[in-house]
């Protein structure tokens, strides 16, 4: 079994910051690539960024320059440091992660999401 966990959503005004939290925990042999996704009301689910086990990443052009995945491959744990936030970024924010578990299963894994909203 492995869990994800987002923490950092909230609300925050237009041009504001926040930092999202993805711990995973459980049987987990190694991690591959970890993504941050989000849907927003009657959207589909979509890419906010991707960050490789070698720390290499992709963004939605959308968030580019404004958005920064990391990740801390001995607790892990990924974070995404949201800058510059517009209103158009409220969704609700999943992560997920490709996992490897002890008994050398691949497979895709999800969060339970967070909620950021962009409002004045």
């Known amino acids: 079994q492995v869990q994800l966990v987002e923490s950092g959503g909230g609300l925050v005004q237009p041009g504001g910051s926040l930092r999202l939290s993805c711990a995973a925990s459980g049987s987990i042999l190694s991690i591959n690539s970890m993504g941050w996704y989000r849907q927003a009301p009657g959207k589909q689910r979509e890419l906010v960024a991707q960050?490789?086990?070698?720390?290499?990443?992709n963004y939605a052009d959308s968030v580019k320059g404004r958005f920064t995945a990391s990740r801390d491959r001995f607790k892990n744990t990924m974070y995404l440091q949201m800058n510059s936030l517009k209103s158009e970024d409220t969704a609700v924010y999943y992560c997920?992660?490709?996992?490897?578990?002890?008994?050398?299963?691949?497979?895709?894994?999800w969060g339970q999401g967070t909620q950021v909203t962009v409002s004045s």
């Open positions: 960050i490789t086990r070698s720390g290499s990443t």
């Open positions: 997920n992660a490709d996992v490897v578990t002890f008994n050398y299963t691949r497979n895709d894994y």
